[in-house]
């Protein structure tokens, strides 16, 4: 009798034993396979788990894991993938923002905490209001292969810590704020193919030192690159039709601006407070410069006008406080707000052929006394 029951005893170690090994033996199994989809995943996608597309080519945004700080950003040209279901944050001044963010990305289980507090700047403190969100995203993409044709709105706004972004030559348009307040980089290269940079892209890069724009473009939208102030040359390739209100706005190092002959209108404040701006290479088939276009540009000294130019509207040239020679090239006169120019200005040059139609404009009256013929230029 104790002998069955020793046995039975021995039956059951051993089965509790044998189905230990097999549940471990499966649990073992389970965790080698979440590692090889991780390890998949990885191998497959190893530059993309922290990006996120939409199914449109629009690339959306890059979340800073971390483990990149310093390095390069390169955006692919086509993907195809599921990302990873991440945690995430983001912060901003504006509860407001944050909410518009979360529609971007079709965000439905997220909070937002106030995390405004005194922080020091310099010997003192000051109170800043700030928000953040935080949320979990996880990014679907199946199907075919995508080409990546945007950078999404604000994509990478404040991500600061980078040398360098690397665009695909598929991208044709940069969204709103894409690249706003990334500080770090000094330079960024916008390759061909891209046609539209639109506003606040790249406000307020004040490390940024070189800007290179692409044959293609056509569109530059509203202080696209305001405040961007380590920018000693800027030049604007002749497919350029348009520049918008600030484009170019506090640009404070500025020097050297070389215009698009396809630009018919140097748009309002577009180039204005670039205080170091010494040059101004207009091109023929500039038509109309703005209000206040150069406003503040204490440092010209000299502008020469191309001949396609018909209209100089009201203090364009305001605050312009070296500007003593204006040089214009029109055949016909050119018609000018009377507040244009300032009162430093010591000398406007005519062609000589027109030489009397202006001192018989109305658009000039009261400057009479400065105009002189291109011929009698030293």
């Given at each position: 009798?104790?002998?069955?029951?020793?046995?039975?005893?021995?039956?059951?170690?051993?089965?509790?034993?044998?189905?230990?090994?097999?549940?471990?033996?499966?649990?073992?199994?389970?965790?080698?396979?979440?590692?090889?989809?991780?390890?998949?995943?990885?191998?497959?996608?190893?530059?993309?788990?922290?990006?996120?597309?939409?199914?449109?080519?629009?690339?959306?945004?890059?979340?800073?894991?971390?483990?990149?700080?310093?390095?390069?950003?390169?955006?692919?040209?086509?993907?195809?993938?599921?990302?990873?279901?991440?945690?995430?944050?983001?912060?901003?001044?504006?509860?407001?923002?944050?909410?518009?963010?979360?529609?971007?990305?079709?965000?439905?289980?997220?909070?937002?905490?106030?995390?405004?507090?005194?922080?020091?700047?310099?010997?003192?403190?000051?109170?800043?209001?700030?928000?953040?969100?935080?949320?979990?995203?996880?990014?679907?993409?199946?199907?075919?292969?995508?080409?990546?044709?945007?950078?999404?709105?604000?994509?990478?706004?404040?991500?600061?810590?980078?040398?360098?972004?690397?665009?695909?030559?598929?991208?044709?348009?940069?969204?709103?704020?894409?690249?706003?307040?990334?500080?770090?980089?000094?330079?960024?290269?916008?390759?061909?193919?891209?046609?539209?940079?639109?506003?606040?892209?790249?406000?307020?890069?004040?490390?940024?030192?070189?800007?290179?724009?692409?044959?293609?473009?056509?569109?530059?939208?509203?202080?696209?690159?305001?405040?961007?102030g380590e920018v000693v040359e800027l030049i604007l390739p002749d497919s350029v039709e348009t520049i918008s209100w600030s484009s170019f706005n506090r640009m404070t190092k500025l020097e050297t601006?070389?215009?698009?002959?396809?630009?018919?209108?140097?748009?309002?404040?577009?180039?204005?407070?670039?205080?170091?701006?010494?040059?101004?290479?207009?091109?023929?088939?500039?038509?109309?410069?703005?209000?206040?276009?150069?406003?503040?540009?204490?440092?010209?000294?000299?502008?020469?006008?191309?001949?396609?130019?018909?209209?100089?509207?009201?203090?364009?040239?305001?605050?312009?406080?070296?500007?003593?020679?204006?040089?214009?090239?029109?055949?016909?006169?050119?018609?000018?707000?009377?507040?244009?120019?300032p009162e430093n200005v010591e000398k406007f040059y005519v062609k000589d052929e027109i030489y009397e139609e202006y001192l018989n404009s109305a658009y000039w009256t009261g400057l009479t006394d400065?105009?002189?013929?291109?011929?009698?230029?030293?």
């Amino acid at each position: 009798m104790e002998d069955n029951k020793i046995s039975k005893a021995k039956g059951l170690s051993i089965t509790l034993i044998i189905l230990a090994i097999v549940v471990g033996f499966g649990f073992l199994i389970g965790l080698a396979q979440a590692a090889d989809s991780d390890k998949l995943f990885q191998e497959t996608n190893p530059e993309m788990q922290y990006y996120f597309f939409d199914e449109n080519g629009r690339f959306l945004t890059y979340w800073d894991n971390g483990e990149n700080n310093y390095g390069d950003i390169t955006i692919p040209k086509t993907y195809s993938l599921t990302t990873k279901k991440v945690a995430m944050q983001r912060e901003a001044s504006s509860k407001s923002d944050l909410t518009t963010y979360a529609k971007k990305l079709g965000l439905e289980d997220y909070t937002i905490t106030d995390i405004s507090g005194y922080v020091r700047s310099g010997n003192s403190q000051r109170y800043r209001t700030r928000y953040r969100i935080d949320f979990e995203f996880r990014k679907t993409i199946t199907g075919t292969k995508y080409t990546t044709t945007k950078i999404g709105r604000e994509a990478f706004r404040s991500i600061s810590r980078y040398r360098s972004f690397n665009i695909p030559n598929t991208v044709k348009t940069i969204e709103y704020g894409a690249f706003c307040g990334t500080h770090w980089h000094t330079e960024l290269i916008f390759p061909e193919g891209v046609e539209s940079i639109e506003q606040s892209v790249c406000f307020y890069n004040s490390e940024l030192k070189t800007i290179s724009l692409p044959s293609t473009l056509k569109y530059i939208g509203s202080q696209a690159f305001e405040q961007c102030g380590e920018v000693v040359e800027l030049i604007l390739p002749d497919s350029v039709e348009t520049i918008s209100w600030s484009s170019f706005n506090r640009m404070t190092k500025l020097e050297t601006l070389t215009l698009s002959a396809n630009l018919q209108t140097i748009a309002s404040y577009s180039i204005s407070w670039c205080y170091k701006l010494k040059t101004v290479n207009f091109k023929e088939g500039n038509r109309t410069i703005g209000e206040k276009a150069f406003e503040d540009c204490t440092a010209l000294e000299e502008v020469n006008l191309p001949s396609t130019l018909t209209t100089i509207k009201s203090k364009a040239f305001d605050g312009c406080t070296s500007l003593n020679k204006v040089i214009l090239n029109a055949a016909s006169v050119v018609k000018i707000d009377n507040d244009a120019f300032p009162e430093n200005v010591e000398k406007f040059y005519v062609k000589d052929e027109i030489y009397e139609e202006y001192l018989n404009s109305a658009y000039w009256t009261g400057l009479t006394d400065k105009i002189a013929k291109i011929s009698e230029m030293n």
